[in-house]
Structure formats: C-alpha cells, structure tokens
C-alpha cells in the first residue's frame, strides 16, 4: 500500500510538458490590429511556407541574430524588434502569394505594409520614446524604473509561447501586442464585438429595418473629448447632444451614431461615445434601440472611419446618405481641404465625402467601404 502511495506522489511530482497556452486578452488585440499575422499564426501551413522561403528565410535569421547580439540590453532588443525597409520588403513578397490570410480591399501588399508599420509604430512610442501622435496617446510619464520594468515583461512575454501566435516565426507581433499589455492600453478591444453590449438592441432594431423608409441612414454626432480631469461630457459634447435630439425628433433617420473614444484626457475613465448614449437616453429620451455607440475614436478622422465602418457592419446600404451633427467650427473643419489633406495623410484614402451643407451645424455624409480597413499604426483606434 505504501508502494502505491509513494508511486502516486511520484507520478503528481513529475514535470509535465509545458504546453502554449491561449491567452483570451492578446489574441483579441492581435486579431483586431494584426488580421494577416494572426491568421498566419493559426495555419501552421502558411507559417511553414513563409518560414521556408529562402529570401524570408535569411531575414528571419538575421533578426534573431540581432535580437541575441544585444544580450541583457533591454532598449538594443527593442531596437531589433524594429522592421527594417529592406525586412519589410521580403514579408510583403512572401505574403503576396498566400491566398488565404484576410486581406483589406487595397490587396495583400498594403495589408501586409500596415501591419509591418504597426509594429514598428508600438515598439518605437511604446519601447523607444518616441512621440506619439497626440499627447493621449502612448505610455505616459515613466519613472525610468518604470521603464525597464515594461521592457523586461514585454521581452519575457514574448519569448513565452502563446496558442495560436506566429512568435515562432517573429516575435515582433506579441512583443508590440506585450507593450500595449503593459502599458494598460488595450483600449481596441475594449468593447468588443461591437454590435453586443450596449449596441445589442440597436444591431436587433437594424437586422430587419427597411433602410430605405428613412432619409438618413444615421446621424452621426462626433465626439469633442472632455479635457477636465473627471467630466465624463465637455461643453460642447453637451450642445452636440441638443442639436441630435432636436434633429432626431423630426423622424426621418433611422439611427443615431455617437462617436468618441476613451481619450480625453488621458487615462480617462470615461468613454465619450458611452456617456453620449446615456445622456440621449435619461435627458432627451431617446430610446436605445434607435442609439448606435463607436466607443474607440480619438480624432475628428477616426470618428468617420469608425462611424462608417460600423454602419456597414449594421447592414445599412453602400449608397444610403448619413447626417454629421456637430458645433459650426467642427463642422467647418470636416468639410475643409485640410481635413481631406489629413485624412490622406493619417488614414491614407478619404473615409467619404461631403455631399452637401444643411445647416452650419449639419453635413450630408456619404461613407466610404474603404474605411473596412484595420491600420495598426493607431493600435488604440483601429
């Protein structure tokens, strides 16, 4: 019997095999920001393939070269994380050829060019100091114990194996995807799927709508962030607000869109598209079912990317006109050269077009399907 007992603790004792276990917060990130890496990370096949391919082969080789050369040098490894023009270069080629892998209406080389480019955007504001696009975005203010205290958890996350991650092809993806980890800024996954929570009787309403009953498709209502630390809606959020009501009384639009992230200031505990439903619905009684809420844009260009995105998603017709709300200076600005110039320059294609004025607080909108393309490069807007 004692035999039997020291055989069983014996058995308890043994090491098992450690096994690539998923991780339900990453894969989420991954698969939102990084669409062709992820599913890459999924078909051994492609990973296989890729790996193979003499050209790729080589660069493989000598990033993890790279990366070993640095030993215990946390901001040299960050630094060989990067992709380099000529790296980049090899990817896209290897990619083009695999048939499979999701890809935006623009093909496999610009999908594969975003996803490189998201990369090296993470490492460098996240790893390396570099200046974020605005001030609310990136890591913060970091002691420099901080600092290395992020470095050395993104490093050993992403040498440790994760279910259905392509780390053993490169680990630059989960290294960037640990950097946002760390930092708390995994704000792209926040409300995901987007037609469930607070979206879920809006997505029910919009399954069997006859959109064309309706002027508008959706009046869209951007987001003008709160800058005072605990004010869940700024000023003019609260006029915008008014003008949708007032203007949603008049029955012709299907769906009110609120647009606006958690952005203002930073670190905010607030969502602004979230605090907007809530405001249409306890001041103006506006029912739920007629609110669609876009919790993640930070800036005027990511609330029609997102809005437009999200209303394809809704099923509302590629031809369908949508109304933009917002105060005269915003309103302004949307319908501007400059906008149009920004938009090229952040976005790269127009997310639509204004067709024409209404009013100095109104804008007729027609969105654009491009706007279905995921751009890591603004990994807590995508």
């Known amino acids: 019997m004692a035999s039997a007992a020291m055989l069983a603790l014996t058995v ?100 594969a060019d975003r996803e490189i480019a998201g990369i ?12 974020p696009t605005t001030a609310i975005d990136g890591p913060g203010t970091l002691s420099p114990q901080d600092r290395q205290s992020r470095l050395q958890a993104a490093d050993w996350l992403a040498a440790t194996p994760r279910a259905g991650s392509v780390q053993g092809f490169d680990p630059s993806i989960d290294y960037a995807l640990a950097l946002l980890d760390v930092s708390d800024r995994t704000d792209a996954i926040d409300h995901e799927p987007p037609t469930d929570g607070v979206n879920a009787a809006a997505a029910a309403r919009a399954s069997g709508l006859d959109w064309r009953r ?36 008049q029955g012709d639009i299907a769906f009110i869109l609120v647009s606006g992230g958690r952005a203002h200031p930073r670190a905010t505990p607030f969502t602004e598209a979230d605090e907007m439903r809530k405001a249409l619905i306890e001041r ?24 437009s995105r999200l209303l394809a998603r809704f099923g509302m017709p590629g031809e369908a006109e949508t109304l933009i709300v917002c105060n005269p200076v915003q309103s302004s600005y949307i319908e501007s050269a ?45």
């Open 120 to 131: 090296n955007m993470i490492v460098r504001t996240y790893a390396l100091d570099g200046v």
């Open 338 to 382: 400059s906008f149009a110039e920004r938009n090229m320059a952040e976005l790269g294609y127009q997310p639509g077009r204004v067709v024409r004025r209404v009013s100095p607080t109104e804008l007729v909108f027609r969105p654009s399907r491009s706007s279905e393309r995921v751009d890591p490069r603004d990994p807590l807007d995508p």
């Open 12 to 111: 308890l004792a043994a090491p098992a095999l450690a096994q690539d276990v998923p991780d339900r917060v990453m894969a989420a990130l991954s698969a939102r920001l990084f669409p062709m890496l992820d599913a890459a990370g999924h078909d051994p096949a492609v990973i296989a393939r890729m790996s193979g391919n003499p050209e790729m082969k080589h660069v493989l080789t000598a990033r993890k070269n790279r990366r070993a050369s640095c030993g215990t040098d946390l901001t040299c490894r960050a630094q060989a994380m990067l992709w380099s023009p000529q790296e980049a270069e090899v990817f896209r080629r290897a990619v083009a050829g695999e048939r499979t892998l999701p890809v935006a209406d623009d093909g496999p080389a610009a999908q």
């Open 284 to 307: 103006y009684g506006i029912p739920a079912e007629a609110i669609i809420s876009e919790p993640y844009a930070r800036h005027t260009t990511t609330n029609l990317r997102n809005t």
């Open 214 to 249: 309706y002027r508008y498709g959706a009046m869209i209502v951007t987001g003008v962030g709160p800058e005072i630390e605990g004010e869940p809606l700024s000023p003019f959020g609260k006029y915008h607000l008014r003008l949708a009501a007032r203007r949603f009384a």
